[in-house]
């Protein structure tokens, strides 16, 4: 018997406006939690609306953005991190103690937490579900160059990599080199440039491409509630 197939991908099909099915299920969960009286649903959107819009990638992208302007903040910034990003404003919860590390010709960092996922929460805002995936956290210590290549980067047999391992004492923040043809732009206009991922792992140059990375579905709750959000 024929069968009309529908693409689920269209948006006029009803199934389509459908949130994910983790998104459900997380939505479930905190209307559980608000009707128990266990969570207040006020204090939960507050603390949402902190994450998602006083911190995030916009701050750590501020910080790139004045380095590559700025060599003497440059060198404070690589030189004491957090007392710089104190006297801004910008440290906090997740963030008491940021080291900055500089990629250059010679070196690319990047950054894992092997243990859980460590993160500077008030620069970079939440963690991507890639970081926080095993895969990553266990390949890009064993097998940096091959977990690059999977993220699109390609570097020469020379370059040295650095892998970095944050944990609950020290977070990491790579600072990518500065590049060519941006005499003349403003900080603001800087700061567009700059990724979050480029402050993790890659190579500022490929924040336009497509990037293969690892999906694997966090179990922390304030991802999942992000995701319901959008």
């Given at each position: 018997m024929p069968h009309d197939h529908h693409d689920e991908t269209d948006a006029s099909h009803p199934h389509a406006l459908l949130p994910s099915e983790p998104a459900?299920?997380?939505?479930?969960?905190?209307?559980?939690?608000?009707?128990?009286?266990?969570?207040?649903p006020a204090a939960l959107d507050a603390i949402?609306?902190?994450?998602?819009?006083?911190?995030?990638?916009?701050i750590g992208a501020g910080l790139i953005a004045r380095a590559w302007a700025d060599p003497d903040f440059r060198k404070d910034l690589l030189r004491d991190a957090d007392?710089?990003?104190?006297?801004?404003?910008?440290?906090?919860?997740?963030?008491?103690?940021?080291?900055?590390?500089?990629?250059?010709?010679?070196?690319?960092?990047?950054?894992?937490?092997t243990l859980c996922s460590c993160y500077p929460w008030p620069l970079l805002g939440i963690p991507p579900a890639w970081y926080k995936s095993d895969a990553y956290r266990s390949r890009a210590v064993r097998e940096p160059r091959a977990v690059l290549a999977e993220f699109g980067v390609s570097l020469?047999?020379?370059?040295?990599?650095?892998?970095?391992?944050?944990?609950?004492?020290i977070r990491y923040?790579?600072?990518?080199?500065?590049?060519?043809?941006?005499?003349?732009?403003?900080?603001?206009?800087?700061a567009t440039l700059v990724t979050r991922d480029s402050m993790i792992i890659l190579l500022f140059s490929y924040h336009l491409f497509f990037l293969k990375f690892f999906y694997v579905l966090s179990n922390n709750s304030m991802y999942l509630l992000h995701l319901l959000r959008h």
């Open positions: 459900l299920r997380v939505k479930a969960l905190e209307t559980i939690l608000v009707d128990k009286g266990l969570v207040d949402i609306d902190y994450y998602e819009h006083e911190i995030g990638p916009h007392t710089l990003i104190d006297s801004l404003g910008h440290g906090g919860r997740q963030g008491e103690h940021v080291v900055v590390v500089e990629n250059t010709p010679e070196t690319h960092n990047m950054v894992v937490c020469p047999a020379d370059t040295r990599i650095r892998v970095w391992d944050s944990t609950a004492e923040l790579v600072l990518p080199m500065r590049p060519d043809g941006i005499d003349g732009m403003s900080e603001t206009e800087l």
